[in-house]
C-alpha cells in the first residue's frame, strides 16, 4: 500500500498494516458529475495531517478512553 499523495510505501507485514493511514472510499451518486463512480485513496499520517491543516474550518476532535 502507497500514500497516494507523495508515494510513500507503508509498511506491511505478514499481510498486517503496521503504520496507520487514512483510508478513502467515496461512492458517487445521482447529484454529482461522478454518477456511478468509486474513488479510492490513502494518505500517509504526514500527509493528512498536512491536508487538514489547510482546512478553513478546523476539524473536530474527539478522544476516545479505549482502543479497540
Not at 445521482?30 to 487538514?52: G, H, N, P, R, T
Request: aromatic fraction near 10%.
Amino acid at each position: 500500500m502507497r500514500c497516494n499523495q507523495c508515494g510513500k510505501e507503508l509498511k506491511i507485514e505478514k499481510g498486517i498494516l503496521k503504520e496507520d493511514c487514512l483510508q478513502v472510499e467515496k461512492q458517487w451518486g445521482y447529484f454529482s458529475k461522478k454518477d456511478l463512480e468509486i474513488d479510492e485513496f490513502c494518505l500517509c499520517e504526514a500527509c493528512y495531517d498536512a491536508w487538514v491543516a489547510g482546512f478553513q474550518i478546523p476539524l473536530k476532535k474527539k478522544n476516545q478512553t479505549e482502543a479497540v
